[in-house]
């Protein structure tokens, strides 16, 4: 059999069962701990059932056991992530963070997983952030002088937790940081709208942008290029307006369809952040494990 | 004395800020600082600038406004001493440290935060903020008609108990009619401790009425806006419901020939064009779309060759919330694709 890392879930939220979902399907990992401050949630118990190792000692039931992890994956919030990433240094443990603390280096795996492959801490950013980010780093790529990136996320209110809601200028700050680092735009805005429609309605975000030329065809075709690429870890990812020019700006929108692991489908804020940290943390076990046995 | 017993409504009037959408978020310097001069002179309690959609929201979702918040401020607060000067934000477009601080550090008097109507939670943050500087806080909950009474008291304790010292009902899309006020600001009235307010649209030509409605369900803040001057077929006229609370009994504190004065100053200086109630807005209101999305719908429907009024309806079948202007071009791009097929 292949030998899997060993990895710890460190927050039991939404954003943590929902991982914890998503590995027990991996080729590549094993989760060896799913951690949180409190036994008596029905998402423990999920875990119970899945036969994974629970603790609700939070951070201690990892230094505790370290050997009993090769990476941990960082869900609690952004504060508690700035307490958390010395210890894991000192245990000299791979963390992905999924808080927006913006600690680690940001990655977004379909541009800069390779960068990001040699680092002991990298951060995903925001939901929003991985959505829009292989976009916007296809504008600057086709356009020389990006003056403005702006991204509009739309999430169905039932999949912001408590702890996206209270972090909202959290995820604004982070956000328009990686549209600005990743596309090089001299300014950057995110705005996040939840929407309590029901039937839920799926993520969907919008990337708009002025540039001195729009080059749409050119753009047209590193877009679908880079959504193909995308697909290949959030298979939901769903181009549903074309780049175009519209008033002025270029304007292409995205639908994101979650795999409804933990929530259901229209929860494609939460896929798409889980679906980028697996593909890392898939992309870290290949490089320990992948040359061993891979034949 | 008959004046010592006049009920007291707060009037708020946010012509410098849901007026930003009727104009595009053009005000100039000279048309913000013309406006402040007389609302100062009228004694208006409130004046709030901005945005239409508030501190921070410039982009290219909602509009872009060609002075920023901060200037817009720094210039209103030039000329007010009696009146306070007002800013609007929704948490999801701006922040605390971005636009709420040196907003306040410009000199804002009275903060209000708004959500969607079943979103309060993310306004616990803003709201405490604002407390803590000492500013005159209030929260809205915007396009309220798309809640139940019940859900609406909920969504205002939760504001109460982050510190709001008053909630504001907002009709964003100009959908009540008088008995829908009536029966949800007299619900919370008996339900909430901390003042009810509310705001209107004139899309079914009820701002005024349904500003009476409120006020006689128990609210004591009322908005309005120079000549109605606002998002879609805009606000209830400030001049008029002046007279028309002057009339009922209340005191509003604002002086009636000043006000009417105000509203000739705006009508000259500021109104680039005139709220009317026109097809779309009709249609905007029934379908309970948010206001300001209608120059996005009739520029963007002109330019895909679709019937404005299809994308309205379809904006409310798909219960659209402010701040997704985006679906618009979504919404046409598939309806002038149907039509094309329809032709082949």
Redesign the interface.
Known sequence: MRKKMKVAILGGGLIGTDLLVKIMRSPWLECTGFISRNLNSSRMLKAINLGVFVSDKGIGAIEENPDQYDLIFDATSAAAHKIHAPIFEKLRKIVIDLTPAKIGKMCVPAVNISECLNLNNVNMITCGGQASIPLAYTIGQVHKDVKYIEVVSTISSRSAGPATRANLDEYIDTTENGIKHFSSAEKSKAILILNPADPCINMQTTVCAIVSKPEINKLKEEVHKMITFLKTYVPGYELVVEPTVEDNRIFMMIRVNGLGDFLPSYAGNLDIINCAAIAMAEKYAIQKYGEAHGK | MENNIRKKILITDPTLRDGSHANQHQFSEKQIRSYSIAAERARIPILEVGHGNGIGAS???VGLSSVNDLDMIRFAREHLQNTKLGIFMI???A????DLRPAIDAGADVVRIAS?C??A??T??HIGYARERGKLTHGCLMSSH?ASAETLIEECKKMESYGAEGVILMDSAGNYLPSDVYEKVSALVKNIHIPIGFHAHNNLSMAVANSVAAVEAGALIVDGTSRGFGAGAGNTPIEVLVAVLEKMGYDTGIDLYKILDASEIADKDILNSKPTIDSTSIVSGLAGVFSAFKKHVI??SA?YNVDSRDVFFELGR???????E?LI??IA?ELSSKEKSLRI
């Not at chain 2, 798909?318 to 997704?324: A, I």
């Open positions: 982009s290219l979702q948490p999801g477009f922040t605390i440290k971005k969607h079943t979103e939670d993310i616990e943050r798309m520029r963007v330019e798909r219960k659209v919330v402010g701040g997704q985006d071009v979504e791009i």
